[in-house]
């Protein structure tokens, strides 16, 4: 069944007639439309309109197929599409003032949604997998570059600068969110980067990532400097990992995953140095649904993409991380990345 009649069944179960999309991952993935926020998709019972200002018209008739509607007063012209129909809105992106001004549009009442086109955004198409797959490469590349410049005395800051500049020359829009921790700070998995200079004997944890037109990967790594004083919490993240890579599969539920992290750790005693989620969905956002928690009742399916990472957490000691991306498959769980699976020395 197509995207938008899914979604139209799902709108009749829950009593809408029609719909307003404006996540803009989502309006990209039900458009194509590739541009920032501002433009919306209105889905009524027999019409799906992209609807935006003057300033999207050139780019939305090149990159969609939808009708396309250019409008100065959105929520008027909403409001004579949808017309009697009651109304879905996405909960989680419509501001109070925005939900104000559309109910003194509107003849109904809209109705408060989530997750329904995210939902249909979880398993990936052959040509998303292949945009992840050049996302990949160029963070495994990337990888490679910042362990030659991740030296003691290096500030985290510059590493930092150093690793998205690198990625953007390598073809990336962007390095997603960088973070770079070094010493007790890495304690912290998203800290922002500091002027604190590197040192040896510590570890130093580097999150990064790729963005190719639109869709994400994210690499961690904790890198060691010299000799390491805290090796057993770097084995442990990283015997850890293995255990909760081994456990992606069809059919899995989320938590399964999860699991097989803490058991790890739990048999060290060090269950409570686990920080939730070990790790998430991916794809047009750096973090979609399908967490890898303890309470998560999400079952896995071929297709999907997510991060998988549990990371070991000492507050005023340190901490360490080792993650990559999966596709999920009828097999297991295969990665995107070509990174060794093992921390790295400098």
């Given at each position: 069944?197509?995207?938008?009649?899914?979604?139209?069944?799902?709108?009749?179960?829950?009593?809408?007639?029609?719909m307003?999309?404006?996540?803009?991952e989502?309006?990209r993935?039900?458009?194509g439309?590739?541009?920032?926020?501002?433009?919306?998709?209105?889905?009524?019972?027999?019409?799906?309109?992209?609807?935006s200002d003057?300033g999207?018209?050139?780019?939305?008739?090149?990159?969609?197929?939808l009708?396309?509607?250019?409008?100065?007063?959105?929520?008027?012209r909403?409001?004579?599409?949808?017309?009697?129909a009651r109304?879905?809105?996405?909960?989680?992106?419509?501001?109070v003032s925005?939900?104000r001004?559309?109910?003194?549009?509107?003849?109904?009442?809209p109705?408060?949604?989530?997750?329904?086109v995210?939902?249909m955004?979880?398993?990936?198409?052959?040509?998303?997998?292949?945009?992840?797959?050049e996302?990949?490469?160029?963070?495994?590349?990337a990888?490679?570059?910042?362990?030659?410049?991740?030296?003691?005395?290096?500030t985290?800051?510059?590493?930092?600068?150093?690793?998205?500049r690198?990625?953007?020359l390598a073809?990336?829009?962007?390095?997603?969110?960088?973070?770079?921790s070094?010493g007790?700070?890495?304690a912290?998995?998203?800290?922002?980067?500091?002027?604190?200079?590197?040192q040896?004997g510590?570890l130093?944890?580097?999150?990064?990532?790729?963005?190719?037109q639109g869709?994400?990967?994210?690499?961690?790594?904790?890198?060691?400097?010299?000799?390491l004083?805290?090796r057993?919490?770097?084995?442990?993240?990283?015997?850890?990992?293995?255990?909760?890579?081994a456990?992606v599969?069809?059919?899995v539920?989320?938590?399964?995953?999860?699991?097989?992290?803490?058991?790890?750790?739990e048999?060290?005693?060090?269950a409570?140095a686990i920080?939730?989620?070990?790790?998430?969905?991916?794809?047009?956002?750096s973090?979609?649904?399908?967490?890898l928690a303890?309470?998560?009742?999400?079952?896995l399916?071929?297709?999907?993409?997510m991060?998988v990472?549990?990371?070991v957490?000492?507050?005023?000691?340190?901490?360490?991380?080792?993650?990559?991306?999966l596709?999920?498959?009828?097999?297991?769980?295969?990665s995107l990345?070509?990174?060794?699976?093992?921390?790295?020395s400098?």
């Open positions: 069944m197509k995207t938008l009649d899914r979604l139209r069944n799902v709108l009749a179960s829950i009593g809408a007639d029609s307003l999309v404006s996540q803009p989502n309006v993935c039900l458009s439309f590739t541009g920032p926020q501002g433009a919306v998709v209105v889905i009524t019972s027999d019409r799906t309109v992209f609807l003057a999207h018209e050139l780019q939305a008739r090149n990159e969609t197929s009708e396309v509607d250019i409008t100065a007063d959105r929520d008027k909403l409001s004579e599409l949808v017309g009697n109304m879905a809105f996405e909960a989680n992106h419509v501001t925005a939900l001004a559309l109910n003194g549009k509107l003849k109904a009442e109705i408060a949604t989530e997750g329904n995210e939902g955004r979880l398993v990936k198409s052959d040509e998303e997998v292949a945009l992840l797959r996302a990949a490469r160029i963070t495994d590349r990888f490679a570059h910042v362990q030659t410049i991740t030296r003691a005395g290096t985290e800051v510059r590493v930092s600068q150093d690793l998205e690198w990625i953007r073809g990336a829009i962007s390095a997603g969110d960088v973070t770079v070094s007790i700070r890495s912290a998995p998203r800290i922002a980067p500091s002027a604190r200079p590197l040896q510590e130093v944890t580097l999150g990064f990532g790729a963005v190719v869709y994400h990967t994210h690499l961690t790594r904790s890198v060691v400097m010299g000799t004083t805290l057993h919490l770097l084995d442990l993240a990283t015997a850890a990992q293995a255990a909760a890579v456990a599969g069809q059919g539920y989320a938590r399964e995953v999860y699991g097989a992290a803490r058991d790890v750790l048999r060290h005693d060090l409570d920080l939730e989620p070990v790790g998430h969905g991916t794809g047009l956002r973090r979609e649904a399908r967490t303890a309470d998560s009742s999400e079952v399916a071929p297709g999907m993409v991060t990472g549990p990371g957490y000492l507050p005023g000691v340190g901490g360490a991380r080792v993650d990559e991306v596709i999920v498959t009828e097999r297991g769980g295969d990345s070509e990174a060794l699976n093992r921390p790295a400098t």
